[in-house]
């Protein structure tokens, strides 16, 4: 049955893979793809690690890093995430998930992306007024613990998930709609056991402003993360994006109790995804996070080479505890 999962997976990605060019997957893919907001990271946690978090996502976040991990939400999960770019862009991410059963575990949130005021010209290059170019996405999501393909060894998970997206450049809007599919396994084979993930991310209609229609920022990413103790997680992603060349992260994770309802971590992440055009001050990220009884506060700190100093992201995440359940497994 697992291998019936998987198969699914692979060939649901050779079908997206089939309808790229010959280009894709390359340096010489850049920028013949639109809609690339959507792969602006969610969560200051899951972009202190460098964005490897197929493998580890659990919260309302899933919705955008692997819907399989919604599964993995205890009884309820809220984030926030406002991000400061340079050149007075804003980020702001929103999400909410629900278990509805023993199994089943539904999501939704949206997405907002401010570029600031831009001046506006006219085809004679005249000052006609400034306007605000914004993206907005709206999704829903559903992740599901399969227990026919789970036993002693491994429990396995997989999730869906829908998005409705709009971009506004002052005068000419455009939407479009794309999907998510992921699975998520944890595997007990080893003594502490750990994770796997394969998530493929923006399947759907592009958006046409004039006569075109942009094709979807696909991707495919893979992910494996373990704990070789306690209190230190360990986490690696490969990145396929048809627009571009492919590239990994990883990331570590160390966390501290203070006392029963507080907890801090200390993050890291390299990541080779903007190195090519940013250099090599934009591999690192670092991040810090504080949790207060079913709060967390997390701050994430990313190097932007020539484009400015820094990029700062802010999350707070908001999630119930488990109760007690002869099928659910807290994890």
Do not use: C
């Amino acid at each position: 049955m697992r291998a019936r999962a998987v198969a699914a997976a692979l060939t649901a990605w050779a079908m997206a893979a089939s309808a790229a060019g010959a280009t894709d997957f390359s340096q010489a893919a850049a920028g013949t793809t639109g809609s690339q907001f959507l792969l602006f990271d969610t969560s200051a946690r899951g972009i202190a690690l460098g964005g490897a978090m197929t493998s580890v996502t659990d919260d309302a976040t899933s919705l955008y890093w692997n819907p399989a991990g919604l599964a993995q939400v205890p009884r309820a999960s809220a984030s926030f995430m406002f991000a400061d770019y340079v050149a007075g862009i804003t980020y702001n991410d929103l999400a909410y998930a629900q278990r509805i059963d023993e199994t089943s575990v539904l999501g939704a949130g949206v997405r907002y992306l401010n570029a600031g005021s831009v001046a506006g010209t006219d085809i004679n290059g005249q000052a006609n007024g400034n306007f605000t170019p914004y993206d907005f996405v709206a999704e829903a999501g559903w992740g599901q613990s399969i227990y026919e393909m789970s036993d002693s060894e491994s429990d396995v998970m997989m999730g869906v998930s829908a998005k409705m997206i709009h971009s506004s450049l002052g005068d000419a809007t455009a939407n479009g709609f794309a999907g998510d599919i992921g699975f998520l396994s944890h595997l007990y084979t080893t003594e502490r056991g750990y994770d796997v993930g394969l998530t493929i991310q923006n399947l759907g209609s592009g958006q046409k402003f004039d006569q075109y229609r942009d094709s979807m920022p696909t991707r495919a990413q893979f992910g494996a993360s373990f704990k070789p103790i306690a209190s230190l997680l360990l986490t690696s992603n490969l990145v396929a994006p048809i627009g571009y060349n492919m590239y990994g992260a990883v990331g570590a994770e160390y966390t501290a109790n203070f006392d029963g309802d507080m907890a801090g971590a200390l993050r890291v992440g390299l990541s080779s995804e903007n190195y090519s055009s940013l250099g090599f001050v934009s591999i690192p990220t670092f991040g810090v996070g504080l949790k207060l009884n079913d709060f967390s506060f997390d701050y994430a700190f990313q190097p932007m080479g020539p484009l400015g100093l820094a990029a700062h992201r802010l999350s707070i995440n908001w999630s119930l505890p488990a109760t007690a359940s002869s099928k659910y497994r807290e994890r």
